[in-house]
């Protein structure tokens, strides 16, 4: 019977079996586009929302993880609620003007799009 241990973010540190090869990630040591190459576009959408405004980011390109740290960080210093989903940001409220600030000073392309 082979046995592995795991630590606490899921890794293998430990195998009793001597012909066992962890597997890799494909993505492992890609470095993720810097925040001064990417073009992130802010959109405001009121469709399907039940009448609620929405300010939509799309365009980032990266992982999920950094990802929600961006949009956790959006919503923190606008102070209003979110969700991130589908690689895209999504801020209750019109806020873009605020958020094109912000983004411009974590040294991201960004500006209005979508009318």
């Given at each position: ?14 195998s009793?079996?001597?012909?066992f090869k ?13 925040s ?7 959109w ?18 990266g992982?999920?993880?950094e ?7 959006l919503?923190t ?15 209750q409220?019109?806020h873009?003007e ?14 209005k799009?979508?009318?």
């Open positions: 019977m082979n046995k592995f241990t795991k630590n606490i973010k899921g890794n293998i540190v430990y009793t079996n001597k012909d962890e597997e890799t990630d494909e993505n492992e040591g890609i470095d993720p586009v810097s001064g190459k990417q073009t992130l576009k802010v405001l959408e009121k469709n399907s929302r039940g009448g609620k405004t929405v300010s939509i980011i799309k365009g980032y390109i992982s999920e993880e990802l929600e740290k961006l949009g956790k960080l919503k210093r606008l102070g209003v609620g979110g969700s991130v989903k589908d690689g895209e940001i999504l801020v409220g019109d873009r605020r958020i094109l600030k912000i983004l411009t000073d974590l040294g991201y392309q960004a500006k799009a979508g009318g």
